[in-house]
Nanobody, 126 residues
């Protein structure tokens, strides 16, 4: 069975860093784009970052540009999200996904991702 499992979330002070990981099993996702989304309490799920199947291109939401870095290791079937300079507004459940968006615009569209993890909680205190 295909599974995506996030890890690395936790409680951190503002300005701190966390590195999220998402390990996949049941299928090799080397040819899939990988993405990170988040959902804060009382808010809609939003796009955070995505990386192409080759790892050559990465895309970020404006809110995290310059602070977060997405990367992948296809040999490990794993995608990462390095989060630096964390802010309280980054507090959310972070979910990883895999899919096959056909355009750069689609990289940030939830419906283009067909495999999802259950999420990991990131809490940033003031």
């Amino acid at each position: 069975q295909v599974q995506l499992v996030e890890s690395g979330g936790g409680l951190v002070q503002a300005g701190g860093s966390l590195r999220l990981s998402c390990a996949a099993s049941g299928r090799t996702f080397s040819t899939y784009a990988r993405g990170w989304f988040r959902q804060a309490p009382g808010k809609e799920r939003e796009f955070v970052a995505a990386i192409s199947w080759s790892g050559d291109s990465a895309y970020y939401a404006d809110s995290v540009q310059g602070r977060f870095t997405i990367s992948r290791d296809n040999a490990k079937n794993t995608v990462y999200l390095q989060m630096n300079s964390l802010k309280p507004e980054d507090t959310a459940v972070y979910l990883c996904a895999a899919g096959n968006p056909t355009t750069v615009q689609a990289m940030g569209v939830m419906s283009r991702y067909h495999y999802w993890g259950h999420g990991t909680q990131v809490t940033v205190s003031s």
